[in-house]
C-alpha cells in the first residue's frame, strides 16, 4: 500500500474536493433520509437499498419503454420509490412489529434484508441481469470547467436538488405542525400517542420522506452511470455509516454535512491510498466511531488535567493486590470480613 | 445514554511462468459477473437448460432462436459443401455422417453472463447444423447452466455428464472457475474452453484445454509494437487495472512491467487498481490527471471501460487509452463516449465487419442470416471450438477409435494441436490456433489492435501471440 506512488498536485487536491463534495451529496442526502427512517421509527430499513433501485427503473422504464418527457419520468420513478417504502412499512413492518413485540427490531431488520434481497431479484427477472442505460438530454452531461477542476451539469442538479431538499427538511421539521409531531414521535411514541400523534401514520410519514430523499439520489446515480438492480446496495451502506456517524436524532443539516465531510475525507485519502482503499477510510472512520464511544472520555480528560490522581488509583491498586495476596497466604484476612 | 448513541451503539520470467500466473488474470476476469454481464432475460433458458441427467438438449435451447435455414448457398447442404471446403476437408475420408455424437456445454444460461451464455449457444448451434449438413455426425448437445460462474453448479453440471458418460464439452468461465475440473478429469472428459481459457492452475491439466489468448498479456508484445510504430513520440506508459487480490495484483504488475522491457516505453508509475464493478472512476482519473502518461493500459472488463472512458473526457485527459476488451456492456455504459472518441482495445477479438477467410465470412453470413445481427467473439469462439470437437471426432474416427471415449478424443486432439478457425486466415488460407501441447493454452491466435468508433470496429493491426506475424493495417 504504497504512500505517494504518483504524483500529487494541487489541480488534483482541487479535482478530489469537488468531486467529494459532489458524491458527499448524495451520501448526505441517503443518510438524512436513513437516519429519518431509524430514528423516527425505529425500523432498520435495509431495504432502502431496493427501494432505492426501483426510483432508477421507474424513471429507466418511464423515459426509455414508454416514452414520458425526462423530467415526468424522473417524477414518476421517485414516486414509485416513495410508492415502494410506504408500501414497505405499511404491509410488511407494521404488521411484524405489532406481532413481533419486543423483538420487532431484530424480526424487521431480517424482513427488511429479504425483501431488499428478494426485491433486488425480482428487478433482475423483469428487467434482466443487464445494466440499463438512462441517457437523459445531452445537457446534463456538459463538461464544466470550475479553475482546475471539472464537473458536469447533473453533477450541479445533483448537488442543488439536495442541497434544497435538505433545506426544505429542515423546515419542515422546525416550523410546521407535522415537524414537531415528528420529533415528538422520535422522542417518545407512546407519549406522542396519549397527546394525540398517531405515530403509524408519522411512521408512514417518515417513509415516505425518507424514500423520496433516496429516489432523487438514485435517479442521478442512474443517469451519471446507469441503472442496475444491485445499485442501492453500496450507498445504502454508505447511508448507514453517515446515519450513525451523524446520530440518527440529528438535524438533517447536520447530518447531510457529515455524508458530504465524509465523501471529501474518502476522496482525499487517495492522495495517501491506492483508489481501491479509498472505500474502507470510511468503515475505519465508523469503526473509531464506534469504538469511541465505549471510552468514558470524562475519565480520561480528568486524567490528563490530573495525572496524579491516576497515579494515586494506581497505589490503590497495588495495596488492594498485596492485601490479597497476604490473605492468601494465612497472615491477613480480607478487609470485608 | 441519548437515543442515537444508544442507535450508534448497537451497530525467472519465463513465457511458460507468464503464462501460468498471468493466467490467473483472465480467469478471475471472466469470472467477474461485470465481464459476462449484459442483457437478455433468462429464465426460460434456465428451466430449459438444467436438464435431468442425461437429457440432451440441442438447437434452440441455448441459443434461445435456433438457427433458420440458411440463406447464404441455397440451402443446408450448400453450407455444408462450403464448410467443408473452406475446412479444406477431404470428403471421402469419415466424416461421422449417420453418427449420433453426444457433447456437452457448461455455460452461463442464467445469472449475469446470461447474455454471453446465449450468444455462445449460437455459435454451437449454428456449428452442430453446419458440420450435420456437412455430412459430419449429428452431435447433440446437453446444455448445462453454471449461472454465471457458481462453482456448484457447475460441479452438479459436470457430475450430470459425467454419470451420463458424456465425452466431451465446451465450457466457459474457466472451467467454471476450475470447480469442474476435478470432475472433468475424474470423468476423462474432454474440454475445450473457449470463454475464460484455462490460465492459473489450469494450465497443464489433463482433458482441459483453453481456446482463448490469455486475456491482458498475450496481446502486449503486439501492443507495444503498434504503439511504437504509429506513436514514435510515446515514451511513458500508466496502468489502471482490476484489483484481484495482493498477489495477483503483484504479479499482474509484475509481468506487465516486466512486457516494457525491450519497447520503446517506460512505466511512469502509474498502476492504479479499482474494484470490479466500479461507477465513479474521478477518484482515479485525478491521480492519472496529476500523472498523465502518454499512453494509459486499461485492463478492465464489462461496463467498467464505457464508465472509465466517459469520465475521463470530462476529466480532460490527454493520454491516448488502449483497453483490452470491447463488449456491448461496455459500449452501452460509455453513454455515447465510444462512438464519439472511439475505443481503442487489443484482444483476441473476433471483428465480424472484418472476416478475412471464406471460413470466417460465411460465418459472419450464416450467423447473420440465423439469427438477424452479427455475431460477437464469444459466438465465434463456440462456433470454432464445435468446428474442432468434429475435426477431433474425424480424427478418431478415421484410427478406428471410440468417438465415444475422453482419452480417445484427447488423443485425437494430440494428433495436431492446430485447429481451423474463423479468425484470421485469408481467401486461400483458413485461419488456425494451436495449442501449447504443455500448457494447453493457445500457441497462437490472430489479435490485433481494433478501434471502435462510430458504431464499427475497425482492425488497425494484426499479430499473434508475442506480436508474431504483426502487420499494421
Given at each position: 500500500m504504497p504512500l505517494f506512488a504518483v504524483?500529487?498536485?494541487?489541480?488534483?487536491?482541487?479535482q478530489l474536493l469537488v468531486t467529494g463534495v459532489i458524491n458527499g451529496t448524495a451520501y448526505g442526502l441517503l443518510g438524512v433520509g436513513f437516519a429519518l427512517i431509524l430514528g423516527v421509527s425505529g425500523r432498520f430499513h435495509f431495504a432502502y437499498s431496493f427501494t432505492y433501485a426501483l426510483a432508477g427503473y421507474g424513471a429507466f422504464w418511464a423515459y426509455a419503454r414508454v416514452g414520458l418527457p425526462f423530467g415526468l419520468a424522473a417524477v414518476f420513478g421517485v414516486a414509485v420509490c416513495v410508492v415502494a417504502g410506504v408500501t414497505i412499512e405499511r404491509v410488511g413492518y407494521r404488521t411484524l412489529a405489532h406481532q413481533a413485540g419486543g423483538s420487532a427490531l431484530l424480526a424487521i431488520f431480517v424482513a427488511s434484508l429479504g425483501i431488499g434481497i428478494a426485491g433486488e431479484n425480482l428487478l433482475r427477472l423483469t428487467f434482466s441481469s443487464a445494466n440499463q442505460q438512462l441517457d437523459g438530454p445531452s445537457g446534463f452531461r456538459t463538461v464544466l470547467h470550475w479553475g482546475p477542476t471539472s464537473f458536469r451539469w447533473v453533477d450541479v442538479w445533483?448537488?442543488?436538488?439536495?442541497?434544497?431538499?435538505?433545506?426544505?427538511?429542515?423546515?419542515?421539521?422546525?416550523?410546521?405542525?407535522?415537524?414537531?409531531?415528528?420529533?415528538?414521535?422520535?422522542?417518545?411514541?407512546?407519549?406522542?400517542?396519549?397527546?394525540?400523534?398517531?405515530?403509524?401514520?408519522?411512521?408512514?410519514?417518515?417513509?415516505?420522506?425518507?424514500?423520496?430523499?433516496?429516489?432523487?439520489?438514485?435517479?442521478?446515480?442512474?443517469?451519471?452511470?446507469?441503472?442496475?438492480?444491485?445499485?442501492?446496495?453500496?450507498?445504502?451502506?454508505?447511508?448507514?455509516?453517515?446515519?450513525?456517524?451523524?446520530?440518527?436524532?440529528?438535524?438533517?443539516?447536520?447530518?447531510?454535512?457529515?455524508?458530504?465531510?465524509?465523501?471529501?475525507?474518502?476522496?482525499?485519502?487517495?492522495?495517501?491510498?491506492?483508489?481501491?482503499?479509498?472505500?474502507?477510510?470510511?468503515?475505519?472512520?465508523?469503526?473509531?466511531?464506534?469504538?469511541?464511544?465505549?471510552?468514558?472520555?470524562?475519565?480520561?480528560?480528568?486524567?490528563?488535567?490530573?495525572?496524579?490522581?491516576?497515579?494515586?488509583?494506581?497505589?490503590?491498586?497495588?495495596?488492594?493486590?498485596?492485601?490479597?495476596?497476604?490473605?492468601?497466604s494465612g497472615t491477613s484476612t480480607p478487609v470485608s470480613l | 445514554m441519548s437515543r442515537d448513541r444508544q442507535d450508534s451503539a448497537a451497530s525467472g520470467f519465463s513465457r511458460r511462468d507468464m503464462l501460468r500466473r498471468l493466467g490467473?488474470?483472465?480467469?478471475?476476469?471472466?469470472?467477474?459477473?461485470?465481464?459476462?454481464?449484459?442483457?437478455?432475460?433468462?429464465?426460460?433458458?434456465?428451466?430449459?437448460?438444467?436438464?435431468?441427467?442425461?437429457?440432451?438438449?440441442?438447437?434452440?435451447?441455448?441459443?434461445?432462436?435456433?438457427?433458420?435455414?440458411?440463406?447464404?448457398?441455397?440451402?443446408?447442404?450448400?453450407?455444408?459443401?462450403?464448410?467443408?471446403?473452406?475446412?479444406g476437408v477431404d470428403p471421402t475420408v469419415k466424416l461421422g455422417g449417420g453418427t449420433s455424437w453426444q457433447m456437452g456445454a457448461v455455460l452461463a444460461l442464467t445469472g449475469n453472463g446470461s447474455f454471453y451464455g446465449k450468444t455462445m449457444g449460437r455459435g454451437i448451434d449454428l456449428a452442430v447444423k453446419h458440420i450435420k449438413a456437412a455430412g459430419g455426425p449429428d452431435i447433440k448437445v446437453v446444455y448445462k447452466d453454471h449461472k454465471s460462474g457458481d462453482p456448484q453448479a457447475g460441479v452438479q453440471a459436470m457430475t450430470e455428464l459425467g454419470t451420463s458418460a458424456v465425452p466431451a464439452k465446451l465450457a466457459s468461465y474457466g472451467d467454471d472457475i476450475l470447480a469442474m475440473l476435478p470432475l472433468t478429469q475424474q470423468y476423462k472428459c474432454l474440454t475445450l474452453d473457449g470463454g475464460g481459457g484455462n490460465g492459473g492452475t489450469g494450465q497443464s491439466q489433463d482433458f482441459f484445454w483453453g481456446t482463448r489468448a490469455l486475456t491482458g498479456l498475450d496481446m502486449l508484445g503486439g501492443l507495444f509494437r503498434y504503439i511504437a510504430e504509429t506513436m514514435p513520440d510515446a515514451k511513458t506508459m500508466g496502468f489502471v487495472g482490476w484489483d484481484l487480490g495482493s498477489a495477483l495484483n503483484a504479479t499482474t504488475k509484475r509481468l506487465v512491467l516486466a512486457s516494457l522491457d525491450g519497447t520503446t516505453l517506460t512505466h511512469n508509475g502509474l498502476f492504479e487498481l479499482a474494484a470490479p464493478n466500479t461507477t465513479d472512476f474521478v477518484g482515479l482519473l485525478t491521480k492519472v490527471k496529476a500523472n498523465e502518461p502518454d499512453v494509459l493500459l486499461v485492463e478492465i472488463f464489462g461496463q467498467d471501460p464505457g464508465f472509465f472512458l466517459d469520465q475521463s473526457q470530462a476529466?480532460?485527459?490527454?493520454?491516448?487509452?488502449?483497453?483490452?476488451?470491447?463488449?456491448?456492456?461496455?459500449?452501452?455504459?460509455?453513454?455515447?463516449?465510444?462512438?464519439?472518441?472511439?475505443?481503442?482495445?487489443?484482444?483476441?477479438?473476433?471483428?465480424?465487419?472484418?472476416?478475412?477467410s471464406k471460413l470466417g465470412k460465411m460465418f459472419v453470413r450464416e450467423f447473420k442470416a440465423a439469427y438477424g445481427d452479427s455475431p460477437d467473439f464469444y459466438a465465434a469462439n463456440y462456433y470454432e471450438d464445435t468446428l474442432a470437437m468434429w475435426d477431433i471426432v474425424r480424427r478418431v474416427l478415421n484410427k478406428g477409435g471410440d468417438i465415444n471415449s475422453g482419452p480417445a478424443l484427447q488423443d485425437g486432439l494430440k494428433e495436431n494441436y492446430v485447429f481451423a478457425s474463423v479468425y484470421g486466415g485469408d481467401d486461400n488460407a483458413v485461419g488456425t490456433f494451436e495449442f501449447d501441447p504443455n500448457t494447453h493454452s493457445l500457441k497462437r491466435r490472430p489479435m490485433g489492435v481494433f478501434v471502435y468508433k462510430d458504431g464499427k470496429v475497425k482492425t488497425l493491426a494484426t499479430f499473434n501471440i508475442g506480436a508474431a506475424d504483426y502487420k499494421t493495417l
Open positions: 504524483t500529487i498536485t494541487w489541480d488534483s487536491v482541487s445533483q448537488v442543488l436538488s439536495a442541497v434544497v431538499l435538505v433545506i426544505a427538511l429542515t423546515a419542515l421539521l422546525r416550523y410546521t405542525v407535522l415537524g414537531r409531531s415528528i420529533k415528538a414521535t422520535r422522542g417518545n411514541p407512546e407519549l406522542a400517542r396519549i397527546i394525540g400523534i398517531n405515530p403509524d401514520t408519522i411512521y408512514l410519514i417518515c417513509f415516505a420522506v425518507g424514500s423520496l430523499l433516496a429516489g432523487v439520489a438514485a435517479f442521478w446515480f442512474g443517469l451519471k452511470y446507469s441503472v442496475a438492480a444491485d445499485m442501492g446496495f453500496k450507498p445504502v451502506i454508505y447511508a448507514f455509516v453517515v446515519g450513525f456517524l451523524a446520530g440518527t436524532a440529528r438535524a438533517p443539516a447536520r447530518i447531510f454535512i457529515v455524508g458530504v465531510l465524509l465523501s471529501v475525507v474518502e476522496q482525499l485519502s487517495s492522495i495517501f491510498l491506492e483508489i481501491r482503499w479509498t472505500q474502507l477510510v470510511v468503515f475505519v472512520i465508523l469503526v473509531i466511531y464506534l469504538g469511541s464511544l465505549s471510552i468514558n472520555w470524562s475519565r480520561v480528560f480528568a486524567m490528563i488535567r490530573n495525572p496524579a490522581a491516576l497515579w494515586g488509583r494506581a497505589r490503590v491498586d497495588d495495596d488492594e493486590e498485596e492485601e490479597e495476596e497476604l490473605w492468601k | 490467473y488474470f483472465g480467469a478471475a476476469a471472466l469470472a467477474s459477473p461485470a465481464v459476462l454481464a449484459a442483457c437478455g432475460s433468462d429464465a426460460k433458458q434456465a428451466t430449459n437448460t438444467t436438464s435431468a441427467p442425461g437429457t440432451a438438449t440441442t438447437g434452440s435451447t441455448a441459443g434461445s432462436t435456433g438457427p433458420t435455414a440458411s440463406t447464404g448457398t441455397g440451402g443446408a447442404g450448400g453450407v455444408g459443401a462450403e464448410l467443408l471446403a473452406a475446412l476529466s480532460n485527459l490527454k493520454t491516448k487509452i488502449f483497453g483490452v476488451e470491447f463488449t456491448p456492456d461496455g459500449l452501452n455504459a460509455s453513454k455515447g463516449a465510444m462512438d464519439k472518441v472511439g475505443w481503442t482495445f487489443s484482444t483476441d477479438y473476433f471483428n465480424a465487419d472484418e472476416a478475412t
